[in-house]
């Protein structure tokens, strides 16, 4: 939990991507579980994670946010009506991460750029709502993926937003699944989420206060092994489609390869 917590204050990624693959594939928890669990504690660390970055006056870029939040939440509560299978959404996430890893890669030596409203933006943040009911995470990785490839916008500089805009729809999700009935101290991760609850705390603030004293080179270099460690886990555990397979190992070599040739353009 405190590499995760470190994860979610520190990357676009959200608490979810350690949560949700560890709860699925290590600890063999349901993927309902393990996105209850994942948006559970994203309320507590990426809450403490955003209150660090307003304390330290780290730019958010606030009029973005209210104009993707409300069909965030739009998205959110569809999502939360709708049930999917466990190994779609585990292949799903990769899938996911795996995209986020090769964006990354693209957007290395992008120059910084200003948001700008539009109906694209508003479909993410409608689809990150999506998948944020679906795997406990989301809606920050799919800004983050539009906004630095389509706008070109600064990827280390969007991070708190993407953090702080994941802390509000946790919050809202885990409200939503506890009126709802579906969170409470019966349910089988109650007590995971209360035990590791502390350790979030300050461990997604630390992640915060790395990011502002690392070189963004970094922190894509962090995003990418956690990426591969996700595929790699995937692959190997995951009973899924041949054809799904053959397709997700594809994708891999060629984000591979990506972050190959832009490290040899950099060096020279």
Known sequence: MAFGSFVAGSTPLGGGAVAFPVFTKLLDYSAVDAKTFALAIQAVGMSFATLFFVSRKVKIYWSLLVSVLP????????????????????????????????????????????????AGLFMVALLGGVLSAFVGAGADTLLFFYLV???????????????????????????????????????PIFDAWFFAAPIVAIGAPLGAYAL???????????????????????????????????LLLGLTILVVFSVLRSRRLSAH
Not at 96 to 113: A, F, M, R, T, W
Not at 173 to 179: A, H, K
Request: some cysteine; proline content about 1%; hydrophobic content about 55%.
């Open 71 to 118: 069909l965030a939440l739009l998205g959110l509560a569809i999502g939360l009506h709708f049930n999917v299978a466990n190994t779609h959404l585990k292949v799903l996430y990769t899938f996911l991460l795996l995209g986020c890893g090769y964006l990354l890669v693209k957007s290395i030596n992008e120059q910084d750029g200003l948001w700008r409203s539009g």
């Open 149 to 187: 490839l389509r706008q070109r916008v600064s990827a280390k500089a969007l991070i708190p937003t993407t953090v702080c805009l994941m802390a509000l729809v946790s919050i809202a999700g885990i409200v939503s699944l506890t009126l709802l009935g579906r969170f409470s101290v019966s349910n």
């Open 212 to 246: 502002g004293k690392v070189h963004e080179r970094v922190v894509l270099r962090f995003i990418y092994l956690l990426i591969m460690v996700e595929v790699l886990s995937t692959l190997l555990l995951i009973d899924f489609a041949v054809q799904m397979k053959a």
